[in-house]
T-cell receptor, first 114, second 113 residues
Framework: DQQVKQNSPSLSVQEGRISILNCDYT??????FLWYKKYPAEGPTFLIS?????DKNEDGRFTVFLNKSAKHLSLHIVPSQPGDSAVYFC?????????????FGRGTSLIVHP | DGGITQSPKYLFRKEGQNVTLSCEQN?????MYWYRQDPGQGLRLIYY???????QKGDIAEGYSVSREKKESFPLTVTSAQKNPTAFYLC????????????FGPGTRLTVT
């Protein structure tokens, strides 16, 4: 049973426009959420995170929004650039016995067209 | 430079052979992890370790084994008992507790024929 769901396997966006990647979760105990970016044949790199006590976190072109009542978070990229083309993973964490082990979604492949 | 190294980048083995994947970090992180990535499956946790000489099974530990004899090193052995070993394997490390992110290595592509 997937606790973190990224229901869109892929997203195609024009350069300069906004990219919105979505993530839903089922475990209300999750207290920290992270987004990672991954290029083919490379390891993921951390992009941005948000604590459950906040509803928005912004870092340059990247903004993450958290809607706890809907158990939904989204990553906005504005403006989108061709170099943003990658797979984006949403991850959520719950402090379970102090392990802080994150659960990952299956990823969304973003393609930004020039 | 600080980071995580995985070697080799590509690894080929015959079915029935055990193979060990290397993971080394110089970030002074206590926690280390092994993930497996298959197409459309995201990242699935194999094993993790929060401290030297201790490790825990993840979601898909069957057919794998690990050791954590040194803080910097967390090798993963893919045994012949693993039914579908061909995959992309990722090692990661992090600080423990609090708000943190994981740092990932470049990955090892294992192909078993």
């Amino acid at each position: 049973d997937q606790q973190v769901k990224q229901n869109s396997p892929s997203l195609s966006v024009q350069e300069g426009r906004i990219s919105i990647l979505n993530c839903d979760y089922t475990n209300s105990m999750f207290d920290y959420f992270l987004w990672y970016k991954k290029y083919p044949a490379e390891g993921p790199t951390f992009l941005i995170s948000i604590s459950s006590i906040k509803d928005k976190n912004e870092d340059g072109r990247f903004t993450v929004f958290l809607n706890k009542s809907a158990k939904h978070l989204s990553l906005h990229i504005v403006p989108s650039q061709p170099g943003d083309s990658a797979v984006y993973f949403c991850a959520a964490r719950v402090a379970s016995g102090g392990s802080y082990i994150p659960t990952f979604g299956r990823g969304t492949s973003l393609i930004v067209h020039p | 430079d600080g980071g995580i190294t995985q070697s080799p980048k590509y690894l080929f083995r015959k079915e029935g052979q055990n193979v060990t994947l290397s993971c080394e970090q110089n970030l002074n992180h206590d926690a280390m992890y092994w993930y497996r990535q298959d197409p459309g499956q995201g990242l699935r946790l194999i094993y993790y370790s929060q401290i030297v000489n201790d490790f825990q099974k993840g979601d898909i530990a069957e057919g794998y084994s690990v050791s954590r004899e040194k803080k910097e090193s967390f090798p993963l052995t893919v045994t012949s008992a693993q039914k579908n070993p061909t995959a992309f394997y990722l090692c990661a490390s992090s600080v423990t507790g609090g708000s943190y992110e994981q740092y990932f290595g470049p990955g090892t592509r294992l192909t078993v024929t």
